[in-house]
């Protein structure tokens, strides 16, 4: 419910005050009530406004605006969002690479900056005509959330004193002047250079690395600091198309990098701004809501692994690799909660008759996926050691997943089927056969550590199930070990016996030792073993080895 003083004539004449500021069209509805996402809670802690990308829908907390004391501030609020809408940053591709460029320049940041790096173009924009509007939004929200201020804010406010004119201590609180003045000298003039040099700067990118390097003295603990604006929170989450293109397309940023560091801004930034991709994504990722599944995170390693694994095997045009679904499966009753568009209606007429409303049957589609033997190409085992020799491949390029990978695309992209076994000293875990390349590159990321004990009872049992698959064990001098114990000799000399190919794909310094251990299986003519000397080599040889096992 909004506060009468928030009728719809007053908050339709605001909304389109502030479109006239920006002078733009906007597809975007009028502002409606917030509505609490914690019914009961403190209504401080919700947002002021925002905008829901989805709905296309803008909402404002007409309570939290005016307990602020800010309820003639409302033009400046819409203002302020249309302006993120609109111009900052206007794509969130932007919002990407800046994400990127900043956990590159300031390692381990909790709680992006970039809200508050785009609050300031905004409110530069904003304020030309509503200052006094906006510096009544800070005011009320000290007033709201009481308290100690952080530096970072302080800093920050201090900025807008200078921007539009006001004295020290109207919006940074004069109490703390002399204990922040001692504590970083100079503070009050650094903001007077801010807000006179930011602006100026031609570039956006040029911006953005002044803003971080001039905020950055005001973090004492990156991994820790957190921070919250009345205006902030506003600005949507790049996706994962965004964050992979930021991510690997960061060259534009280079010549910025360079003029950063000739005026002093920044130390040994350009030789930053090439770390590992993969470490950099997981600064990227690291921080945001939900990321404790890991589904964005395992996205973006799955993508780098994608690239990897082009440079290696020639990318084939083909048939899209998930069938458009188009069979009918067998009929279900359809239950309340299930899709409506799953009811085959037809078929429920002519079977169920007048019950037909009452009981509904749902049918789904799938695809009619070739057999595995289609063009004769066989189906693929791999067998992936993912012990604690090798990094996990998400945290750090593991060379043995890379091989992995690499064989699997190239007997899918040939049409075959291919089983992932992922083992170390723990039960492994195995996929069904997999005919999508993007399904088994995401199985393949699978990390279990620890130490190697190759399953030889799985190779066994599943050389059973299906005789004519080829299959190769990736690995290196763990296994040798295993294979001397016990009977695995055996079991590897039957799994070779009934296997169309079994490969011993290894890495070793020299393949003497290696010859010596397996000489009871090198006789068998189905067996190969094929020795790696450097981790590095280990993608053109899988891409070398699938050309060898796969052309017809």
Sequence with gaps: MSPPRFTPGHVDACWRDA??????????SPPEPHVPFAPGEEHASEPLAYID?????????????????????????????????????HTLGWDAELRVQEQRLIPGLKQSLTNLFYDLQVNEVVGRTHAAELAEVYRGFQRVRPGETSPLFFFYLAIYEELWGLAAGALAPATQEAPMEERFPGIRAEARMFAQTFYALPTPRLQFLYFCATFIRFIDKPEDTTYCLPLGGDVSLPDVDDLDSAIHGSGHWDDALAEAEERGWLSGASGEGKRDAL???HRVTHHLPGSGSGKLRRALVSRHYRRLVDQHILRLPSAPSKPEPYLRTTPEAWEYGDDPSAIDWTLTVLSQGHLAAVAPLRRELEADLPPPSELGVPSVEIYLDTSGSMPNPEAQLNSMTLAAQVLSASAIRKKATVKGVI?????????????DEETARDFLLHYIGGGTQYPFDL???????????????????????????????????????????????LALPDE?????VLKPVLGERRFRLVVVKWLSDFGPAAAALSQALLEN
Excluded: C
């Design 279 to 281: 470490d950099t994504l």
């Design 53 to 89: 990308l989805a709905k296309r829908q803008v909402f404002v907390h007409f309570e939290l605006l005016d307990s602020m004391g800010a309820a003639g501030s409302l033009t400046a609020v819409l203002a302020h969002e249309i302006g993120h809408h609109a111009r900052f940053p």
């Design 512 to 516: 003497h030792m290696a010859r010596k």
């Design 423 to 435: 083992y170390s000293h723990r039960d492994p875990v195995v996929s069904p056969w997999m005919y």
């Design 19 to 28: 479109l006239a500021l920006w002078d733009v069209r906007v597809q975007l």
């Design 459 to 505: 190779l066994e049992s599943l050389s059973r199930e299906r005789p004519d698959a080829m299959r190769v064990i990736i690995s290196d001098s763990d296994f040798l070990a295993n294979v001397s114990e016990g009977d695995a000799m055996d079991l590897l000399v039957e799994a070779a016996r009934r296997s169309r190919a079994l490969v011993a794909f």
